[in-house]
């Protein structure tokens, strides 16, 4: 039994999640396992009854769980409130307390979706490739993080990049395994040219290497020139390992490159605990909370499906049921069907849950 705790957060959230649960349910009822599910608030929709952005009772169950399925947090209506509390709170911290280091955001071009990007289809035709984000340092946890007032109508704001070599090292060993399974390539993007973090990154990632992964093709490129190569001839990459900051940024150009935010999954994990062998984990979808088309059920659930397909993956040890996933959507796909955010001409514009149907009745045919 698999117990998994589901957070839909606010805007589209809880409508992705919603096609999350029809999947669940539909595997639990035909024996692709047994999901014991809880659900609970996190970000703005917890500050509304809680003042805060996650309750310590919720943060408990997240350490129980055997993986937390995320939605999204965040919109317009809590921009005024305190830093410490938004709705971007509740998810900072499911990552630093649980130790999610390594964030995994696999950018894959389904045949179907090829005239969906902003570019040329051979460019994108066939993409597989997967952004390794550092999750719990660098820019977004540094200390200090101020704004001064100088006085005089002039105020200074300081963020500070931090890394040491456990950090690097530790999600440069993730590069290296990923990469074993897949085409046996890293490709490590920093910027040691003005940055102290980029020339210990670019030290650490090298000896690594040559310390345990010698197998494995390593490169190493400018995160600049790594965006500009990304847009260029995506296809040249398999997996791509970067700090915190770039990876927020390569990820979300790798998005596009898919056609739309709506189809990236994530997967963000913690070390492997030695006794047990288990590690935590949450899986949310890239999209974010879209707070322009919540309530309209149009969102797309792609990603958030997808999303839990690498729970199934990485953390319950079911890859051939994520396999199976994986085709349910391509299949859907094929069929014509797309939510607005992918529509294109001759295709069929279906809403949220006729998504989610669609890939649960694939699902079911594979069943069969």
Request: hydrophobic content about 45%; overall charge negative; charged content about 25%.
């Amino acid at each position: 039994m698999a117990k998994l705790l589901l957070l839909p957060g606010d805007g589209i959230g809880p409508e992705v999640m919603a096609e999350v649960k029809k999947l669940i349910d539909f595997m639990n009822a035909h024996g692709f396992g047994h999901f014991e599910i809880e659900e609970d608030l996190v970000g703005g929709s917890c500050y509304e009854a809680h003042k805060v952005a996650i309750t310590e009772p919720t943060m408990r169950k997240a350490h129980a769980a055997d993986a937390v399925i995320f939605g999204a947090v965040g919109g317009p209506q809590w921009d005024s409130v305190a830093y410490d509390v938004r709705p971007e709170a509740g998810l900072l911290r499911l990552r630093k307390e649980l130790g999610l280091f390594a964030n995994i955001r696999p950018a894959i071009c389904y045949p179907a979706l090829a005239e969906s990007s902003s570019l040329k289809r051979e460019v994108v035709d066939g993409l597989d490739i997967i952004i390794l984000r550092e999750l719990t340092g660098g820019v977004y946890f540094g200390e200090p993080k101020t704004i001064t007032d100088l006085g005089n109508g002039q105020k200074r704001a300081i963020d500070t990049q931090v890394y040491d070599t456990y950090e690097i090292e530790r999600i440069g060993r993730v590069a290296f395994e990923l990469a074993r399974k897949r085409r046996n390539k890293v490709t490590s993007m920093e910027k040691r040219n003005v940055m102290k973090t980029g020339v210990l990154w670019h030290e650490v990632v090298k000896e690594l290497h040559a310390r345990e992964f010698k197998d494995v093709t390593l490169e190493h490129q400018l995160a600049d020139a790594g965006g500009m190569q990304l847009v260029r001839w995506p296809k040249q990459f398999d997996v791509i390992v970067t700090d915190n900051l770039f990876g927020d940024m390569l990820s979300d150009i790798a998005a596009m490159l898919t056609g739309s935010l709506g189809m990236l999954p994530s997967a963000s994990l913690g070390e492997v605990d030695t006794k047990t062998k288990k590690r935590k984990a949450m899986y949310e979808p890239v999209h974010g909370s879209a707070p322009d088309i919540a309530g309209k059920g149009i969102a797309n659930p792609i990603a958030m499906l997808a999303s839990f397909g690498m729970a199934l993956r990485y953390s319950l040890n079911m890859g051939k049921e994520a396999d199976q996933i994986d085709a349910a959507i391509s299949a859907a796909l094929a069929q014509g069907l797309r939510t607005a955010d992918i529509k294109s001409a001759g295709a069929t514009v279906v809403t949220t849950s006729q998504m989610g149907d669609a890939i649960v009745g694939e699902m079911k045919k594979l069943a069969a």
